[in-house]
């Protein structure tokens, strides 16, 4: 069926050509004699080809647009139309991101129903889409089943089993009524500072390109069978075209360098096997190419992608990135769809965008062929995934639909086990693994029995982690349960002590640290060190001890561990699990042979210079033990010329609140700076990048304080801006000292992004905590927070 489209889409396209350097039309008049002309025309081309005569120009831009579900109503739906809309890591029905999946299923027919009313003049309505980010799991909702990070699944080799997975996902997709998704991320990532390297199944090309395709076909089916987009199915999409993984020093949206033909050689090989695998859509990625911007790029978007590897599926933005073309903002880019974006995701100025593009094919700026080229192929992912015409149904009258039993079944779980036990790669091996049965064994480390570290970022919030007690998965079973079950089966037994404190002296210590959960830029590093001490300074007691290790490192990325694997006698990368932590014993205890292997290089050096072959490699691609390989590793080099680096003093940048600083407010903790407590309320918002920064709405006689556990030093900057005057007095709290800041904030008011300095002038000792109370309705943005030392005798400034 697909294909026959194909066929008939080269001539849809041949016209839209001659329109698109010739005349202009009316723009809302039903137009395109010549597609009308088109002759031998497939049915369900046809339909496309009816639809757009039959839309007037509002509802065509409107197929273009993607809002976030915290930014528009079903109101807004039924006035705008949107094609389709999104839910972002940080969104969830009805402003709750731990919403049960009855909520999310609603909504989704809420917005189906809003964007089915009829039209005025018998103009089609369209039934819109909603796509998610399930990208280990259908993570965002709760009770899902949380797959292992593609990293983990890139050391399994095996296409099957992400058939498996994508197939298990798309079906608790279904559920909760939503269409479509944004993964597989075939992202080669090839710097491990960057904050997404987790996303990448490997640095090889040549590993992702089957992997990624796999997970397509898990989602939508075999192209060209029976159920392609039929029941446990949804729209997949490989992400970010392209280059996403090769940007210079690993700075997420950052610049890829180089000859475009070896870019290519590494970046683009896993899209034509996405492509043959029929993926449906592909999203641009936020990086530039040589100093472009992808989403700007016609020579790539359309040239490359289009011409040379012939996809001809729907081309989705990522999120504002159009925004960061030259000349563009996010409510202004006619230069995206220009250069052959076809849906902008615009997660909240939506309104101005639309407005704007109307325009815009109203004056010329943007042809109407270019308009109706992009319109028909959403369209198309639509009739594909059979949302249009008469069998069409309401997300909760679809297969699966409401079987919430499917959320998290034991199945799924049990695929998902199974993913976790072949992507554990043992490193080092002295002869502690496999454990033996009847050991007593002592857990420790404060992630052993986190499932939310182990789970990793894009996991019920964006970022991950935030204190996401293990309360919010229910029906998951963390490391630490895993072994203790295990142990138990042994006939022997496991003890919890997070700190490595024990009466009785355990045969075996089983070590579980790593990185705290982060998605995204947040996650980007400058070097390989893992500042976090825990894991090697329990590994290192235990040594003293006499008691034989297994260190579990929980991680996006290779790291550099050679002292950690100096001081335990078997290491293992354990990556990001998720939800079903039994995998992990079942390798330790022997139960199922340890067949993962390294899919990235792993370094032997702690600054970060990418690696990509054996070359300065302590383990190459491909690295790994088998469970009764016990051969002697030789002692590591322990020397890292940045473990010495000054630490920061950063309090609170790029949407995150760093370790050691607290904020609360009326005596309750704000996790992340965010959430509701004591009248304060606190959300993400953009400063320069998605959520960086916190707008916090004070209610009367409401304090936000922030405070730090150590003994910190410096005076403290604070970047924020304040839209409206303050209607009573504010207080600003440093230490011991209350100064009374109301008339600053009045002259500062309205005057954008603004940085406030306090120094020992005006707040003798400084301290180590800050406070701003405010006795009437107050709302503050607050992008940075750091304490920093402003050249001897500076003075406080507003
Ligand atoms: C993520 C969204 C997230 C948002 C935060 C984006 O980069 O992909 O899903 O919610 O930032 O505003
Ligand atoms: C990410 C995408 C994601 C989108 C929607 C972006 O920030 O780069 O991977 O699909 O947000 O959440």
């Known amino acids: 069926m697909r294909r026959i489209l194909v066929a008939t889409f080269g001539a849809l396209a041949l016209v839209g050509c001659s329109q698109y350097q010739g005349e202009m039309q009316s723009a809302s008049a039903p137009q395109s004699d010549a597609e009308a002309s088109v002759s031998a025309m497939s049915e369900g081309e046809q339909q496309i080809t009816d639809l757009l005569a039959a839309m007037s120009l509002e509802n065509k831009v409107a197929q273009l647009i993607q809002p976030q579900i915290n930014s528009f109503t079903a109101e807004d739906m039924r006035r705008y139309r949107f094609g389709s809309y999104l839910n972002g890591g940080n969104g969830g029905p009805y402003g709750d991101e731990f919403a049960p999946a009855s909520e999310w299923l609603k909504l989704a027919d809420e917005m189906w129903d809003a964007s089915t009313v009829p039209l005025a003049n018998g103009e089609p309505a369209i039934p819109t889409m909603w796509g998610t980010d399930a990208v280990h799991g259908h993570t965002n909702v709760m009770r899902a089943t949380i797959f292992p990070h593609n990293i983990g699944l890139g050391a399994t080799r095996d296409a099957d089993l992400v058939r498996?997975?994508?197939?298990?996902?798309?079906?608790?997709?279904?559920?909760?009524?939503?269409?479509?998704?944004?993964s597989p991320t075939v992202a080669v990532a090839r710097d491990d500072r960057w904050g997404?390297?987790?996303?990448?199944?490997?640095?090889?090309?040549?590993?992702?390109?089957?992997?990624?395709a796999a997970l397509i076909e898990g989602q939508q089916g075999k192209l060209g069978s029976a159920d392609y987009l039929g029941r446990g199915r949804v729209v997949a999409t490989a992400k970010h075209f392209f280059g996403d993984g090769g940007t210079d020093q690993g700075v997420d949206q950052g610049d890829v360098n180089g000859d475009l033909d070896e870019l290519k050689s590494v970046h683009v090989v896993p899209y034509p096997a996405a492509i043959?695998?029929?993926?449906?859509?592909?999203?641009?990625?936020?990086?530039?190419?040589?100093?472009?911007?992808?989403?700007?790029?016609?020579?790539?978007?359309?040239?490359?992608?289009?011409?040379?590897?012939?996809?001809?599926?729907?081309?989705?933005?990522?999120?504002?990135?159009?925004?960061?073309?030259?000349?563009?903002?996010?409510?202004?880019?006619?230069?995206?769809?220009?250069?052959?974006?076809?849906?902008?995701?615009?997660?909240?100025?939506?309104?101005?965008?639309?407005?704007?593009?109307?325009?815009?094919?109203?004056?010329?700026?943007?042809?109407?062929?270019?308009?109706?080229?992009?319109?028909?192929?959403v369209l198309r992912v639509k009739q594909n995934a059979g949302l249009l015409g008469p069998n069409a149904v309401k997300p909760s009258a679809r297969p699966n639909a409401g079987q919430y039993e499917l959320l998290g079944s034991a199945s799924h779980r049990a695929i998902a086990r199974e993913a976790v036990a072949k992507s554990q790669v043992i490193l080092k091996n002295d002869g502690v693994l496999p454990l033996k049965a009847g050991a007593s064994i002592?857990?420790?480390?404060?992630?052993?029995?986190?499932?939310?570290?182990?789970?990793?970022?894009?996991?019920?919030?964006?970022?991950?982690?935030d204190e996401l007690t293990n309360d919010y998965f229910p029906g998951?079973?963390?490391?630490?349960?895993?072994?203790?079950?295990?142990?138990?089966?042994?006939?022997?037994?496991?003890?919890?002590?997070?700190?490595?404190?024990?009466?009785?002296?355990?045969?075996?210590?089983i070590v579980v640290f790593g990185e705290q959960p982060y998605a995204e830029f947040v996650g980007d590093k400058k070097t390989l060190v893992l500042e976090d001490e825990e894991g090697l300074e329990?590994?290192?007691?235990?040594?003293?001890?006499?008691?034989?290790?297994?260190?579990?490192?929980?991680?996006?990325?290779?790291?550099?561990?050679?002292?950690?694997?100096?001081?335990?006698?078997?290491?293992?990368?354990?990556?990001?699990?998720?939800?079903?932590?039994?995998?992990?014993?079942?390798?330790?205890?022997?139960?199922?042979?340890?067949?993962?292997?390294?899919?990235?290089?792993?370094?032997?050096?702690?600054?970060?210079?990418?690696?990509?072959?054996?070359?300065g490699a302590l383990f190459a691609v491909g690295a790994g033990r088998s469970s009764s390989d016990a051969s002697p590793l030789a002692r590591l080099d322990e020397n890292c010329g940045y473990l010495t680096e000054a630490k920061s003093d950063t309090w609170y940048d790029l949407g995150r609140l760093s370790s050691g600083?607290?904020?609360?407010?009326?005596?309750?903790?704000?996790?992340?700076?965010?959430?509701?407590?004591?009248?304060?309320?606190?959300?993400?918002?953009?400063?320069?990048?998605?959520?960086?920064?916190?707008?916090?709405?004070f209610g009367p006689g409401a304090t936000l304080t922030l405070a730090q556990d150590d003994e910190g030093e410096g005076d403290y900057r604070i970047l924020y801006n304040l839209q409206a005057q303050p209607a009573g007095k504010v207080t600003l709290t440093v230490g011991e000292t209350a100064i009374d800041i109301t008339s600053q904030l009045r002259l500062s008011a309205g005057k954008g992004w603004r940085e406030m300095v306090v120094t020992e002038d005006c707040a003798p000792m400084l301290g180590n905590s800050i406070s701003i109370s405010s006795d009437a309705p107050m709302t503050i943005g607050i992008a940075k927070i750091a304490r920093q030392d402003m050249p001897e005798g500076a003075q406080c400034s507003f």
Request: charge should be negative.
């Open 196 to 212: 997404r390297t987790y996303e990448s199944y490997s640095e090889d090309p040549e590993i992702v390109a089957p992997l990624g």
């Open 476 to 509: 998951a079973t963390s490391i630490w349960s895993g072994l203790n079950n295990a142990a138990m089966e042994a006939g022997g037994s496991a003890t919890l002590s997070e700190d490595g404190s024990y009466q009785t002296r355990p045969d075996v210590a």
């Open 276 to 377: 043959s695998a029929g993926v449906e859509t592909i999203m641009a990625s936020f990086n530039s190419i040589n100093g472009e911007k992808m989403h700007g790029s016609k020579a790539l978007l359309t040239g490359v992608l289009r011409e040379e590897l012939g996809f001809e599926g729907m081309v989705v933005g990522d999120w504002n990135a159009h925004g960061q073309i030259d000349g563009c903002t996010v409510s202004d880019c006619p230069q995206a769809l220009l250069a052959g974006l076809d849906i902008y995701m615009v997660p909240d100025d939506w309104k101005e965008l639309h407005a704007n593009i109307v325009a815009q094919v109203q004056d010329g700026t943007i042809p109407l062929a270019r308009l109706n080229e992009a319109v028909a192929r």
């Open 661 to 697: 600083i607290v904020a609360s407010a009326g005596g309750t903790n704000l996790a992340n700076l965010r959430g509701e407590a004591g009248g304060i309320v606190a959300r993400g918002f953009d400063y320069q990048r998605q959520e960086d920064a916190r707008e916090i709405t």
């Open 164 to 182: 498996r997975i994508g197939n298990a996902t798309a079906t608790e997709i279904e559920v909760t009524g939503i269409d479509w998704n944004f």
């Open 442 to 465: 002592l857990v420790a480390g404060s992630a052993a029995d986190s499932i939310e570290q182990a789970a990793g970022g894009w996991t019920l919030t964006w970022q991950g982690g």
């Open 538 to 615: 329990l590994l290192r007691k235990f040594e003293a001890e006499g008691v034989p290790t297994v260190a579990l490192f929980l991680s996006g990325r290779p790291l550099w561990m050679n002292r950690e694997i100096n001081a335990a006698d078997a290491f293992v990368a354990s990556w990001l699990p998720g939800s079903e932590g039994a995998g992990i014993a079942d390798v330790l205890f022997g139960k199922r042979e340890a067949t993962g292997r390294l899919s990235f290089s792993w370094p032997d050096d702690c600054g970060g210079a990418p690696l990509n072959g054996p070359d």
